[in-house]
């Protein structure tokens, strides 16, 4: 996008437009020299890609220092390349000329804001392919102009219109897209001091170097044809080590040596050809070079921003884990220093509740004594909200110790636990055939106990219990089942059984803490649980998760 500021003043405006004209000016003299007869149509011009970055970068407020610098150029060559001519038809063309420069600039500049709103093209690789298609429209514009003036005021013949519009559009095309990319990509940050060294600016001087020796062998002498096709390579190299700014600079001098050299009828593409067939299949070779290692080059710098993206979200993403680590830490030292200090008046409330009661005995009466002992329960009842709250926090921040599990061997050691449970609730368990599984034993034992001892606790007070526990692998995932015909849920609370203190019944016994702490087992293995259940119809509880850790 434009750089400069919203309301210039005329004065900086006029000092910018002149600066533009004097290098138009001078890089157009030089042009000139390698035109085509009659000396009007150039195989290659630099000032449109001077007339472009500027204006990209400037703004088109200062389009008047490219009419005026191209009306000096124009109108005294035409008159020197035919001495005839009437003064004021070389006036004329010359007018049409610089018109259709400006406009061409102008039409350049703008259709790249629109099309790409950015000031450097050259970033992302869709991008140097929308400059590309927005300079072929753009060049058409003093091309066609300028041929149809040419013909018009009688400075160039019938049969050369199309050879004049060819060798203009494509010295217009080859201008911008050799000297655009060096003014953009060069205009911020050209020396960054913060990637400069001595090594690394001894290599990029050496390969410069290099590269101009190559260059000059490749496109002086008689070379063979397929020569030129060396600098694909060296320029995707280029781009790989440094970046848009070396491939510019780089296009820039492959371009200045191969005019040269045809300019002198030397070289590959001089081969059978005229100097003029020469300079035109020599640049539109040089063109398609530099769009090639500028679109290599933006592909780099975005797989690199990719890169230091995921790099930079690394880094914060493992910032956060240290920050929640220590969180946790503190959370849990938090924890343990609470649940001390809270089992301590715990401990005084139910000793001088007990001693009242021994003490007072004799005199009190009924309801005084069922007031002491809800105090005593509601002591017991603080305890147990204290262990299964460290319990959950321990199971949150244990480190895991990945093993093989062998769930049958697991579940029977709970059902010997519960045997007592069992029988008193006159409970059928059947087990199938279960798998074995990588993961944390003793989280496994809490879950699968969790489980069945929700399932007793549940259960309907005139119906035996019938818990199923059953498991297959499939896909290398864990499934696990635990049903039971027990009391059930509605089916809006699946998703709220697993929250902390939350019970199917407020009449059930325990802190509501087992299944939160059946969820944060499964999950730290990488898991998930869910529960399908509806009232007086039982529930199923099931386990997904990897089979073989995590």
Not at 153 to 172: I, Y
Not at 321 to 335: G, M, T
Not at 489 to 500: I, L, R
Not at 535 to 541: A, I, K, Q, V
């Amino acid at each position: 996008m434009e750089t400069n500021p919203r309301n210039p003043s005329a004065v900086r405006t006029l000092a910018e437009a002149a600066a533009l004209a004097a290098i138009y000016y001078l890089s157009a003299v030089l042009g000139l020299n390698l035109a085509i007869p009659p000396g009007i149509a150039t195989a290659v011009w630099p000032p449109s890609g001077i007339a472009f970055a500027v204006l990209v970068l400037r703004g088109n407020r200062l389009w008047p220092g490219i009419w005026v610098a191209s009306f000096l150029v124009n109108f005294p060559s035409l008159l020197h390349h035919s001495p005839g001519a009437h003064p004021f038809a070389a006036l004329a063309v010359a007018f049409a000329i610089a018109s259709g420069s400006a406009l061409q600039a102008v039409t350049g500049a703008s259709l790249q804001k629109l099309a790409i709103r950015a000031a450097n093209p050259f970033e992302r690789v869709g991008h140097v392919f929308l400059f590309m298609g927005v300079t072929v429209i753009a060049c058409m514009v003093a091309s066609t102009i300028g041929s149809i003036s040419l013909r018009s005021g009688g400075f160039a013949s019938a049969e050369n219109f199309a050879v004049n519009w060819q060798t203009w559009w494509l010295g217009d095309f080859t201008g911008i897209v050799v000297v655009t990319p060096v003014i953009l990509s060069s205009y911020k940050g050209f020396f960054n001091h913060r990637e400069l060294n001595v090594e690394k600016t001894a290599a990029a001087l050496s390969f410069f170097c290099g590269m101009v020796l190559l260059s000059a062998v490749i496109f002086s002498g008689k070379q063979p044809l397929f020569y030129p096709y060396y600098l694909f390579p060296i320029m995707a190299w280029c781009a790989f080590h440094y970046g848009q700014v070396g491939v510019a600079w780089t296009g820039l001098v492959m371009a200045g040596l191969s005019l040269w050299f045809a300019h002198l009828g030397q070289g590959p593409f001089a081969i059978g050809n005229g100097i003029p067939q020469a300079l035109l299949i020599s640049q539109g070779f040089i063109a398609a070079v530099n769009m090639t290692g500028m679109a290599l080059a933006a592909a780099v710098s975005e797989i690199q921003k990719a890169h230091q993206a995921l790099r930079d979200a690394y880094e914060e993403r493992k910032r956060l884990a240290e920050e929640l680590d220590r969180s946790n830490k503190e959370l849990e030292q938090f924890a343990s220093i609470a649940s001390h200090d809270l089992r301590a008046p715990m401990r005084e409330i139910a000793m001088f509740t007990q001693l009242i009661e021994r003490k007072l005995s004799q005199v009190m009466g009924q309801d005084e004594k069922n007031y002491l002992s809800f105090i005593e329960k509601s002591c017991v009842r603080m305890n147990e909200l204290i262990d299964s709250i460290l319990e959950h926090s321990r199971v949150s921040q244990a480190e895991r110790v990945l093993a093989d599990v062998d769930l049958n061997v697991l579940v029977r050691e709970i059902l010997s636990d519960l045997e007592m449970h069992i029988r008193e609730k006159k409970a059928r368990i059947h087990v199938d055939e279960l798998p074995a599984v990588l993961a944390d034993r003793g989280q496994m034992r809490q879950l699968l106990q969790n489980l069945l001892t929700n399932a007793l606790k549940y259960s309907k007070s005139d119906v035996p219990p019938y818990i199923r526990v059953s498991g297959a692998v499939e896909d290398d995932r864990l499934v696990l089942y635990v049903q039971d015909n027990g009391i059930g849920f509605d089916a809006a609370e699946q998703e709220k059984v697993f929250q902390p203190f939350r019970r199917f019944t407020s009449k059930a016994e325990g802190t509501g803490m087992g299944l939160a702490i059946c969820k944060t087992i499964v999950e730290r293995h990488g898991g998930k649980i869910t529960a399908e259940s509806r009232p007086n119809e039982g529930s199923t509880f099931i386990v997904k998760m990897p089979a073989q850790g995590r």
